[in-house]
């Protein structure tokens, strides 16, 4: 599109999409320089003013406030103990089999602190050191003619700043004389470590080898965990989060509509899947927030049904547990929707009961409440739609202990989980819910006996007077749904 301009001088045609998640400088190569730290600094004052707006529209992500990043720094540093140094890496870059790897995520208590995107990135704060410029260092992978080759550009010292609002940016190489000059002034070293509940302990991440090697280095330090006070913050969310997840949230949404005009019998779940990717890539998304849940009939009732290598066929029902990310925030949504684009009467009734629950939760979904306890309010609302569906005894509800045994043979899963950066994103155990939180609502009624699974899943934000509802305009009720699947 920059090449119908007609007075242009210059081709983009090497987009470092890393730099372009975080920062508003473009990259060029070929057309104005070979000289890559001229290309990255200086290309600014080469270009005329109409093409430094149009390479911000060609950019994949819109860029981020830097402030945001600001913001989050001085809210964690609040909260540290006296004489206290932090210290955070980036993710690794995983690997799989012969040399592949997986594509590159990064640490996302590192991007909430930093906003920068890229690997071997690290991180120091040191609010107490004797040295002002010590206070705050960001370390980045300085890139060679090699680097370039193969992968393309890095960050620059100036772009990292813009990404990030720190001035002083080092290369990743100073980081170990920097570190033992700091931890010889520190009394307390905040190190990463993943406290999500159910997290996966398997991988030795970057981040846990540092723990090892600076304990050896520094055995009479003080050792503390960064992620509870992480924890705690990025559980409320800011309005520059805020943007990002609603952007991720239209893009899920248009892919739901594509979806619904696409869907009919015979289709592969494979290929409502490939829908939705071309949808949410075309939007600027880099993908699926997480592996696309696409059952229809009676793999529905498979929780984390990943398989979708199945046919959708005339009379079921396929249960889609999709969402895109955006800016590295996600989306996640879940709609059930009629394969042929009618609700059978049954299928109507078990789709509005649990929507009607979903309504329900949210009306408890309120601050002050406990995730426990609110589990515990939900499963009453679900066990009455459960006896309405004449799935359980009435009777035989009444006599049943706390545990709910009942409702829990329909619905075995939880009803909220908050969402930001994380699909499942971080929180303190059983915080109450706030202002500011931003958490899905997704009951779900499984009966395999009728190779018929319901799940519907909004995300919402907890507001002062009432929960804002993130998903307010995708087709959610029955008649809404027909409607989009007849256009
Ligand atoms: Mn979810």
């Known amino acids: 599109m920059i090449k119908e301009r007609p007075n242009c001088q210059v081709e983009l045609n090497t987009l470092d999409l890393k730099v372009f998640r975080s920062i508003n400088i473009a990259i060029f190569s070929g057309g104005v320089t070979k000289d890559k730290e001229m290309n990255q600094v200086s290309c600014s004052t080469l270009l005329p003013d109409w093409f430094k707006t149009s390479a911000l529209i060609h950019m994949r992500y819109e860029a981020i406030d830097p402030q945001f990043f600001v913001r989050n720094r001085e809210?964690?540093?609040?909260?540290?103990?006296?004489?206290?140094?932090?210290?955070?890496h980036a993710n690794d870059i995983f690997p799989t089999n012969a040399d592949g790897t997986m594509t590159f995520r990064q640490n996302n208590d590192l991007f909430y602190l930093t906003g920068v995107d890229q690997e071997e990135t690290v991180l120091i704060l040191s609010p107490d050191a004797a040295l002002e410029e010590?206070?705050?260092?960001?370390?980045?992978?300085?890139?060679?003619?090699?680097?370039?080759?193969?992968?393309?550009?890095?960050?620059?010292?100036?772009?990292?700043?813009?990404?990030?609002?720190?001035?002083?940016?080092?290369?990743?190489?100073?980081?170990?004389?920097?570190?033992?000059?700091?931890?010889?002034?520190?009394?307390?070293?905040?190190?990463?470590?993943n406290e999500y509940v159910a997290a996966s302990q398997i991988v030795e991440t970057r981040n846990r080898r540092f723990i090892s090697r600076c304990q050896e280095l520094y055995p009479l330090h003080?050792?503390?965990?960064?992620?509870?006070?992480?924890?705690?913050?990025?559980?409320?969310?800011?309005?520059?989060?805020?943007?990002?997840?609603?952007?991720?949230?239209?893009?899920?949404?248009?892919?739901?509509?594509?979806?619904?005009?696409?869907?009919?019998?015979?289709?592969?779940?494979?290929?409502?899947?490939?829908?939705?990717?071309?949808?949410?890539?075309?939007?600027?998304?880099?993908?699926?927030?997480?592996?696309?849940?696409?059952?229809?009939?009676?793999?529905?009732?498979?929780?984390?049904?990943?398989?979708?290598?199945?046919?959708?066929?005339?009379?079921?029902?396929?249960?889609?547990?999709?969402?895109?990310?955006?800016?590295?925030?996600?989306?996640?949504?879940?709609?059930?929707?009629?394969?042929n684009g009618k609700f059978s009467p049954r299928q109507k009734d078990v789709y509005e009961a649990v929507l009607r629950v979903m309504?329900?939760?949210?009306?408890?979904?309120?601050?002050?409440?406990?995730?426990?306890?609110?589990?515990?309010?939900?499963?009453?609302?679900?066990?009455?739609?459960?006896?309405?569906?004449?799935?359980?005894?009435?009777?035989?509800?009444?006599?049943?202990?706390?545990?709910k045994k009942l409702v829990k043979k329909y619905f075995m899963h939880g009803t909220s989980h908050h969402l930001g950066l994380d699909?499942?994103?971080?929180?303190?155990?059983?915080?109450?819910?706030?202002?500011?939180?931003?958490?899905?609502?997704?009951?779900?009624?499984?009966?395999?006996?009728?190779?018929?699974?319901?799940?519907?899943?909004?995300?919402?934000?907890?507001?002062?007077?009432?929960n804002v509802n993130m998903f307010a305009n995708f087709p959610t009720t029955v008649e809404e749904i027909e409607a989009a699947m007849a256009e």
């Open 222 to 339: 003080n050792y503390e965990r960064v992620a509870v006070p992480l924890q705690q913050l990025r559980m409320v969310k800011d309005p520059e989060e805020i943007k990002f997840l609603q952007k991720a949230i239209d893009i899920t949404e248009a892919g739901f509509r594509r979806v619904l005009k696409f869907l009919k019998p015979g289709v592969g779940e494979w290929e409502l899947e490939a829908e939705y990717l071309h949808e949410f890539v075309r939007s600027k998304s880099r993908g699926f927030s997480y592996s696309p849940i696409i059952g229809s009939g009676k793999n529905a009732c498979a929780l984390h049904y990943l398989d979708n290598d199945d046919i959708c066929e005339d009379g079921e029902m396929v249960l889609m547990d999709v969402g895109a990310e955006y800016g590295n925030w996600n989306a996640d949504m879940t709609r059930t929707v009629p394969v």
């Open 134 to 193: 010590d206070r705050a260092i960001l370390f980045v992978r300085e890139t060679s003619e090699q680097i370039a080759i193969w992968e393309g550009d890095k960050l620059s010292k100036e772009q990292a700043t813009e990404a990030s609002g720190m001035k002083n940016i080092q290369w990743t190489d100073a980081f170990e004389p920097a570190f033992r000059r700091l931890a010889l002034q520190a009394e307390n070293i905040y190190l990463h470590t």
């Open 359 to 403: 309504w329900g939760a949210n009306d408890i979904l309120r601050p002050g409440l406990t995730p426990s306890e609110y589990q515990k309010q939900v499963l009453e609302i679900m066990e009455k739609e459960l006896i309405g569906l004449g799935l359980i005894d009435a009777e035989e509800a009444k006599k049943q202990d706390k545990s």
């Open 423 to 466: 699909v499942h994103d971080v929180f303190p155990a059983n915080a109450p819910y706030a202002v500011g939180q931003v958490l899905t609502i997704e009951p779900g009624i499984y009966i395999p006996e009728e190779d018929l699974g319901v799940r519907i899943e909004n995300d919402v934000m907890i507001g002062e007077a009432d």
């Open 75 to 88: 809210r964690l540093l609040q909260n540290l103990k006296p004489n206290s140094l932090v210290v955070i």
